[in-house]
């Protein structure tokens, strides 16, 4: 029997978080304030810890991970890396398939490595109280997790269309002690403005971000800061953890380099921790295909430009380079709730631009339809994002039986999806469309960066 659950003991996780910024080969253009020139570190203090500011804008190559961090992960870390045997028996496939089991998190998803991180962080800074934006409400219930072992209290403006959709989520978040509202909310002047404009909207990410933020940066106390859950460079940072343990993974399970690195990217977090370790060797020589996933519906990396916008939908957050579909852009109702971020992390956009990695997008359709046979072949039940990946792990999977190529694919199964069986419910009674971004739609979005600064795209051209 050859092993399929690779695990590594407490001793063996990783004591360094990796830092793709260091050797990118063109470096990243840096954000942007209200007057078009880059912004200082201290500009960012009334939203983000210090500490915190400095992982962000680092550019060391290996950064320690605190032991007390490190004593709260053990509950699940390292995680599992798992083989596929019985997909790939399905599918017949010479491909061998590996997923890093994020799962396995006491919220179920990659989400707390970064909340246990950023919440210590902030603990140590002085700080109080959290707040922050949640989609499908797996960063939600991570950060209440988080903040609940750590001492802080944590608010989380959830967008209004999960937060009627996911009952359980919010749940969670009371469980652990959080506080949840439905974004856009009364409690602030961004929320305000939007539902006086839009009473009825399904709410976006970026409209939750500018609550967040509203709350954090107006609390006259001070004690307050803002955490987000993916995009910026710190978060990506703290979910390397998942390819370095990947790595020591392979190494046991008598493997080399794999041939393909697969992962869903809402802002870019899981995606990035599973491959930068491997775009780093992809730099260094090594033949990797690195792919992010997206939903056709929300075609931030396929189809959108890479150039200056805002993160959230009131602009208050420094210009970030990146590809995005505009900070107005308010998403269709799909199911993958995690996937529906106007932008994409920097680090990200910057390895596309560069050609370090080829982003793929699949409809709902074939998502929900590659997670009910991993869910009848493998057992578990993905999560909608998770399914997203899962779509391009049984497309190249195929794709390598048909070449005949003995490939190895891994992939970062990001979630669970047994607080997110609505969307089941919706696929297996046939309510569930495809939807593709309308062009007319994109184009109007993207009518608002036209005043914005223009981001220059660097390569080298080695890609
Ligand atoms: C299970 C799961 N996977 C993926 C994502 C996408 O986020 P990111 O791109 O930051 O990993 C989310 C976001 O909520 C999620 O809940």
Redesign the pocket.
């Known amino acids: 029997m050859k092993s399929i659950k690779i695990m590594l003991n407490e001793n063996d996780i990783p004591r360094q978080w990796y830092n793709l910024a260091a050797d990118l080969p063109t470096p990243l253009l840096p954000p942007l304030g209200p007057d078009g020139n880059p912004i200082s570190p201290d500009m960012l203090a009334p939203v983000f810890p210090m500490n915190l500011i400095e992982q962000e804008v680092s550019q060391e190559r290996w950064i320690d991970i605190p032991e007390e961090i490190l004593d709260i992960l053990y509950r699940w870390r390292p995680s599992p890396l798992r083989r596929a045997v019985y997909l790939e028996k399905y599918l017949q496939t010479p491909a061998r398939i590996y997923y890093k089991d ?2 396995v998190s006491p919220p ?4 707390p490595n970064t909340a246990v991180a950023q919440a210590w962080y902030n603990k140590q800074f002085g700080i109080e109280r959290l707040t922050t934006e ?3 409400g ?2 939600g219930s991570a950060l209440a997790f988080a903040c609940n072992l750590i001492g802080l209290e944590c608010k989380v403006f959830m967008v209004r269309i999960s937060f009627d959709q996911k009952p359980f989520r919010k749940m969670m978040m009371a469980t652990w002690g959080a506080n949840c509202v439905a974004s856009p909310s009364s409690e602030t002047n961004a929320g305000r403005k939007v539902l006086a404009e839009m009473p009825d909207t399904p709410g976006s990410l970026g409209i939750a971000i500018s609550e967040a933020i509203e709350q954090a940066v107006t609390d006259p106390s001070g004690k307050t800061r803002y955490s987000l ?3 910026l460079n710190h ?1 990506l940072l703290h ?1 390397t953890i998942i390819g370095l343990e990947a790595k020591k993974q392979l190494e046991i399970a008598g493997e080399k380099s794999p041939d393909v690195v697969i ?11 599973l491959s930068f370790p491997f775009v780093a060797d992809k730099i260094n020589g090594a033949e990797i295909e690195i792919i992010p996933v997206e939903p056709t519906a929300c075609p931030t990396m396929t189809r959108a430009p890479f150039t200056y916008d805002f993160g959230d939908t009131a602009c208050t957050t420094p210009l970030l380079a990146m590809h995005t579909l505009g900070h107005a852009f308010i998403p269709p109702p799909i199911h993958a ?3 529906r ?1 106007h932008g994409m ?1 920097p680090l990200i956009c910057q390895s596309i631009v560069e050609g370090l990695m080829k982003p793929r997008a699949y409809h709902q359709l074939q998502s929900y339809e590659a997670a009910i046979t991993w869910a009848k072949t493998e057992g578990f039940i993905p ?1 909608p ?2 399914s997203q990946a899962l779509a391009a792990v049984i497309e190249e999977a195929k794709n390598a039986k048909e070449e005949g190529k003995e490939k190895m694919i891994l992939f970062n199964y ?2 669970h999806g047994l607080m997110d069986l609505m969307g089941y419910d919706a696929y297996l009674s046939g309510n569930l469309t495809d939807y593709e971004l309308p062009e007319e739609e994109l184009s109007k979005y993207l009518k608002d960066l036209e005043n914005l600064p223009k981001a220059e795209m660097r390569k080298t051209g080695k890609w």
């Open positions: 994020e799962s179920g998803s990659h989400k949640t989609g499908a797996q960063w859950g993916s995009v978060v979910q992962g869903c990217a809402g802002g870019g977090s899981n995606f990035a921790g709730g995690g996937l971020y992390a999560a994002e998770t990001s979630g």
